[in-house]
């Protein structure tokens, strides 16, 4: 019988190197490998979790959804059901009232669409222009003069808006003449575009009448040229012709020398033609201090101007009489003692195109007017 310490050692080999190395190996394969299970495990844990989430999810949408449809279909029903009960109960009401609700309704919208095609359609600021849209309705006539009306006068506003105080008095002027000699006098319409100049000597810039300027005691509003017309022949004398807000002076047209200074209250009236000619006779008051050498009988290219000027003078002064004027083919001039009759007559001078007066007798001028014919 063999003993149990000599088999023990004869079977135990003490362990070599390479095989501590290679049972290492193995059990870090292991350990690696359980590792790899275990995240596999704990990724498949996540992905049924999140599945299990996005599925309750999911259903608490679907279940909200049908509850949102639920309360709109009630809330349609319900508005549905409550305009019927509305209509069943005012249906009298709105049979009885709906031809006016339909008129009214259709005459808004008429208006409506005329004022913005009127809007789209208005004519130019020009105050001249006399273009205005068409009226698309009967019924609307009086409302579509009114408007022309108001349009007229506001785009006339705007255009004296824009008028200095120079060119305001000039327009005042114009203003003044139409009303003077509108269809009254044949020279007039020729006058309307030619613009009042006023100075048309440049007396304060000319030095042939400086001296002239300094002896005027107030401002020249007006310096022309004029004849004078001689009673005894008929024939004129240049005289210049200056004009102030206090006087009328006659002067020298070589020398500058003042001839005849006529205060303005000494004027009763200016007389002239209906015709297309420059003649006016100024008329003094009788008993006056200028009314000594009678009255005097002008003609001037600038008739409209001095006239219109002249009566404004009487207008805007409060302590003087207006200009009477006096529209007529026929009128007394008083030259000193005598008095003498201005007739005129249409025709063609023997002399052409252009007005020529003659002394008839001693107690008449003839003056003959070209026809405008």
């Given at each position: 019988?063999?003993?149990?310490?000599?088999?023990?050692?004869?079977?135990v080999?003490?362990?070599?190197?390479?095989?501590?190395?290679?049972?290492?190996?193995?059990?870090?394969?292991?350990?690696?490998?359980?590792?790899?299970?275990?995240?596999?495990?704990?990724?498949?844990?996540?992905?049924?979790?999140?599945?299990?989430?996005?599925?309750?999810?999911r259903?608490?949408?679907?279940?909200?959804?049908?509850?949102?449809?639920?309360?709109?279909?009630?809330?349609?029903?319900?508005?549905?059901?409550?305009?019927?009960?509305?209509?069943?109960?005012?249906?009298?009401?709105?049979?009885?009232?709906?031809?006016?609700?339909?008129?009214?309704?259709?005459?808004?919208?008429?208006?409506?669409?005329?004022?913005?095609?009127?809007?789209?359609?208005?004519?130019?600021?020009?105050?001249?222009?006399?273009?205005?849209?068409?009226?698309?309705?009967?019924?609307?006539?009086?409302?579509?003069?009114?408007?022309?009306?108001?349009?007229?006068?506001?785009?006339?506003?705007?255009y004296?808006?824009?008028?200095?105080?120079?060119?305001?008095?000039?327009?005042?002027?114009?203003?003044?003449?139409?009303?003077?000699?509108?269809?009254?006098?044949?020279?007039?319409?020729?006058?309307?575009?030619?613009?009042?100049?006023?100075?048309?000597?440049?007396?304060?810039k000319?030095?042939?009448?400086?001296?002239?300027?300094?002896?005027?005691?107030?401002?020249?509003?007006?310096?022309d040229?004029?004849?004078?017309?001689?009673?005894?022949?008929?024939?004129?004398?240049?005289?210049?012709?200056?004009?102030?807000?206090n006087?009328?002076?006659?002067?020298?047209?070589?020398?500058?020398?003042?001839?005849?200074?006529?205060?303005?209250?000494?004027?009763?009236?200016v007389?002239?033609?209906?015709?297309?000619?420059?003649?006016?006779a100024?008329?003094?008051?009788?008993g006056?201090?200028?009314a000594?050498?009678?009255?005097?009988?002008?003609?001037?290219?600038?008739?409209?101007e001095?006239?219109?000027?002249?009566?404004?003078?009487?207008?805007?002064?409060?302590?003087?009489?207006?200009?009477?004027?006096?529209?007529?083919?026929?009128?007394?001039?008083?030259?000193?003692?005598?008095?003498?009759?201005?007739?005129?007559?249409?025709?063609?001078?023997?002399?052409?195109?252009?007005?020529?007066?003659?002394?008839?007798?001693?107690?008449?001028?003839?003056?003959?007017?070209?026809?405008?014919?």
């Amino acid at each position: 019988m063999t003993s149990p310490l000599l088999f023990t050692h004869v079977d135990v080999v003490p362990p070599t190197v390479s095989s501590l190395w290679t049972s290492s190996v193995v059990s870090r394969r292991r350990e690696l490998r359980q590792l790899k299970e275990a995240a596999r495990n704990k990724h498949a844990v996540s992905v049924i979790w999140a599945g299990w989430q996005g599925t309750k999810a999911r259903r608490e949408l679907r279940r909200l959804k049908e509850e949102a449809r639920r309360k709109h279909a009630v809330a349609v029903i319900w508005a549905y059901w409550q305009g019927l009960k509305i209509r069943r109960e005012y249906r009298k009401f709105f049979r009885a009232n709906a031809g006016r609700k339909i008129y009214d309704f259709t005459i808004q919208r008429i208006m409506q669409k005329y004022f913005l095609g009127l809007k789209s359609t208005l004519p130019s600021m020009s105050p001249v222009d006399k273009n205005w849209p068409a009226r698309p309705y009967l019924f609307l006539g009086g409302v579509h003069s009114e408007l022309r009306r108001i349009f007229h006068l506001w785009r006339c506003k705007k255009y004296r808006s824009k008028f200095t105080e120079e060119k305001k008095a000039v327009y005042e002027e114009k203003l003044e003449a139409s009303e003077i000699f509108k269809d009254k006098k044949a020279l007039y319409p020729s006058s309307v575009s030619q613009p009042f100049k006023g100075d048309y000597l440049e007396i304060n810039k000319n030095p042939k009448y400086q001296k002239l300027s300094i002896a005027m005691e107030d401002k020249v509003l007006l310096a022309d040229v004029v004849n004078k017309i001689n009673r005894a022949n008929g024939k004129g004398t240049a005289r210049l012709f200056l004009l102030t807000k206090n006087s009328v002076v006659l002067a020298d047209q070589k020398t500058g020398q003042v001839k005849a200074s006529v205060p303005l209250p000494d004027l009763s009236s200016v007389s002239v033609s209906t015709q297309s000619d420059g003649f006016f006779a100024l008329k003094l008051k009788e008993g006056s201090a200028s009314a000594v050498k009678g009255d005097f009988l002008l003609s001037s290219e600038h008739l409209i101007e001095i006239i219109t000027k002249m009566h404004r003078m009487g207008t805007t002064a409060s302590d003087r009489e207006q200009l009477d004027i006096d529209i007529s083919d026929e009128f007394l001039v008083q030259f000193k003692h005598d008095k003498v009759c201005v007739k005129f007559i249409p025709g063609v001078p023997k002399n052409g195109n252009s007005v020529s007066c003659k002394r008839k007798n001693n107690r008449l001028l003839e003056v003959s007017v070209p026809s405008t014919a």
